[in-house]
């Protein structure tokens, strides 16, 4: 049974950072791009970042580049989403989802998804 497993959530003031893990059980990530989605208090869920199975591309919503990287260890079967310069907008709860490819940040292409991480962002 695969199992996505998301972690490093909490509370944080405006300014500060985070680094937020997606740990896989029963699948592998290297041959899996793995996104990060985010929903907000009454908000839908919107895509953050991707990073691809192949070549370790990577892409990022507009409102988080230069301050979010993505990045994978194929060894701890983990994905990392480093969150620096957090505002009190980036408050919600983050999932990690896979994927065959970083094809934008379609839902339904998205076939496994952790239960998600709780980030705060406040003074």
């Known amino acids: 049974q695969v199992q996505l497993v998301e972690s490093g959530g909490g509370l944080v003031q405006p300014g500060g950072s985070l680094r937020l893990s997606c740990v896989a059980f029963g699948l592998l990530l290297d041959y899996n791009a793995v996104g990060w989605f985010r929903q907000a208090p009454g908000r839908e869920r919107e895509g953050v970042s991707c990073i691809s199975s192949s070549y370790d591309d990577t892409y990022y919503v507009d409102s988080v580049k230069g301050r979010f990287t993505i990045s994978r260890d194929n060894a701890k079967n983990t994905v990392y989403l480093q969150m620096n310069s957090l505002k009190p907008e980036d408050t919600a709860v983050y999932y990690c989802?896979?994927?065959?490819?970083?094809?934008?940040?379609?839902?339904?292409?998205?076939?496994?998804w952790g239960q998600g991480t709780q980030v705060a962002v406040s003074s």
């Open positions: 989802a896979t994927a065959a490819e970083c094809v934008g940040f379609e839902e339904t292409r998205y076939y496994y």
